[in-house]
Every structure is written in structure tokens, then in C-alpha cells.
């Protein structure tokens, strides 16, 4: 019922930056949160930040300060604005859109920090 498609990702210096997008369509009504994870190779898939359907948002500890999650309902797209990268930042960053009874992912989008 629903499709997130990612965008944005790339290949950049440390210390650059990079603006994530997610668009959704389809039946997005009724949504609890959105947000974004990540996974890096052999590491588990880790969240990243999420902003409910409230505006409450948290972020992981790790990107505090450098990143910033926000939303356009109007445009049904969801954003991710990464500041002051780092290499520890390489990994497929991944769409999410929750419902109280599902879950949906993006196809995901690489992003590539070289130091």
C-alpha cells in the first residue's frame, strides 16, 4: 500500500554534507512515525532519527548535533540533513514509515564518506 523511494545520497568528503529525501506514496494515512536508519557492512541495522506523527523527534547519539530530520506533509517527503560527516557515517541509509500495524521501507540510498 505504500512506496518510499530515497534519494540524495552520494560520495563526499569528511566534513561535507549530504540532504537525504524520501517520498511516499500511496496509502500513507494513519501514520505513527517516520525516520531514518542505517546499516553499514556486517553491522546490524541501526535507527538513526524519527519524528512522530506529533512532531516529537529523536535522534541516535551518535549523529546529535550534525544531523536534522524534518518533514514536508504537503509534499509527502520526508528529509534527512546531514552536517559535518564523518566515515563512521558510511553505510545504506534507509526510509521508514510506521503504522500501528506495519512497518515500510525504502530501497535505500548509499552514502559514502571518505576521510
Known amino acids: 500500500q505504500v512506496q518510499l523511494v530515497e534519494s540524495g545520497g552520494g560520495l563526499v568528503q569528511a566534513g561535507g554534507s549530504l540532504r537525504l529525501s524520501c517520498a511516499a506514496s500511496g496509502s500513507i494515512l494513519g501514520i505513527v512515525a517516520m525516520g531514518w536508519y542505517r546499516q553499514a557492512p556486517g553491522n546490524q541495522r541501526e535507527l538513526v532519527a524519527v519524528?512522530?506523527?506529533?512532531?516529537?523527534?529523536n535522534y541516535a547519539d551518535s549523529v546529535k548535533g550534525r544531523f536534522t530530520i524534518s518533514r514536508d506533509n504537503a509534499k509527502n517527503t520526508l528529509y534527512l540533513q546531514m552536517n559535518s560527516l564523518k566515515p563512521e557515517d558510511t553505510a545504506v541509509y534507509y526510509c521508514n514509515l510506521r503504522r500501528v500495524i506495519a512497518n515500510y521501507w525504502g530501497q535505500g540510498t548509499q552514502v559514502t564518506v571518505a576521510s
Open positions: 519524528i512522530t506523527s506529533g512532531g516529537i523527534i
